[in-house]
């Protein structure tokens, strides 16, 4: 006799205890077989431990067929009465539930099971966040296997080129690969730029930067108030020259007062007056009472 495995919907409830199996092993002995094991879809629906043990201990198993149309509902409806399920075991019959019969509400499946509300509310909210956490996985393993199929098609990609194309071998020993030719509209060979080698470069690069450091030691900036000192210097020959006629020149300079004060600063003004009184040969006090 071919052995019968058991269906996945009777596998929601989990195996009985020990001591269980033990008890229903001595009733088989003494008694036999009297409830007959339910078969659906040729795997056994309900009575998987009935069977397990009538194999074992030699005692021919009596089957049923399931006719209905609710085989989840009906292997809870035999077996949640009979079965002394501990608090752990009802929270995973009651995730099977969730998955199953989705629009369940949590009062419902807790009156069938014999748990409180909330104790189911908390067994949904563990077994979504699971289906989530084995979306996510999932999710991953497809990337995954997406990407090691893109790495192959590249590789077949690379082999194939190596077939086409004779330069690709020694590219792939480490030797340098030519450039491609370029051409013009016409036809002919793009003559372009040559470009220079590197020590042609360096050299180039070097005279630059002596360039640049002569023209530094070379150009000496002129101070900004040059022009006007020497306008001072002049100023200051005319007045030597014309000493004789200082009060005259004096009167003349205070006369330009205006533009004197527009033209140069007061440190010029002082600057002026000091290389005055040096050309005259008195002391810069002396120009001012003049003045």
């Known amino acids: 006799m071919d052995l019968l495995e058991q269906h996945p919907i009777g ?10 199996r033990s008890s229903l092993r001595n009733d088989l002995v003494v008694h036999g077989l009297r409830v007959p094991i339910v078969r659906y879809e040729g795997q056994i629906l309900d009575g998987w431990h009935r069977y397990q043990l009538c194999i074992e201990e030699n005692i021919e198993p009596r089957f049923a067929d399931y006719a209905g149309e609710d085989p989840f509902g009906f292997v809870r409806s035999l077996n949640l009465s009979r079965r002394h399920l501990t608090l752990a075991q009802k929270k995973e019959v009651a995730k099977h539930i969730f998955e199953r019969e989705p629009g369940r509400t949590d009062n419902s ?64 020993n480490g030797e340098e690969r030519s450039a491609p030719e370029r051409t013009e509209v016409s ?54 020259a014309n000493i004789n006629n200082l009060s005259d020149l004096v009167q003349i300079i205070c006369g330009y007062d205006g533009v004197i004060r527009q033209k140069f600063t007061l440190g010029q003004r002082h600057e002026m007056v000091r290389k005055f009184a040096k050309a005259l040969g008195v002391s810069a006090m002396e120009i001012t009472t003049l003045a």
């Open 11 to 20: 596998q929601i409830l989990p195996p009985m205890l020990p001591e269980e």
């Open 109 to 172: 499946i807790a009156k069938e099971i014999g748990l409180s509300h909330h104790t189911v509310a908390r067994a949904r909210e563990e077994a979504e966040s699971n289906w989530q956490n084995a979306n996510k996985e999932e999710a991953g393993a497809e990337s995954n296997w997406q990407n090691a199929n893109k790495e192959e098609a590249g590789a077949e990609s690379n082999w194939q080129n190596a077939n086409k194309d004779p330069e690709w071998d020694g590219a792939c």
């Open 187 to 240: 036809g002919r060979k793009a003559r372009g730029r040559k470009p220079l080698p590197p020590e042609e470069k360096a050299r180039r690069a070097n005279a630059r930067a002596a360039a640049k450091v002569e023209a530094k030691k070379e150009t000496k900036p002129k101070p900004l108030t040059s022009a006007r000192d020497d306008t001072v210097n002049v100023l200051a020959e005319f007045v030597a």
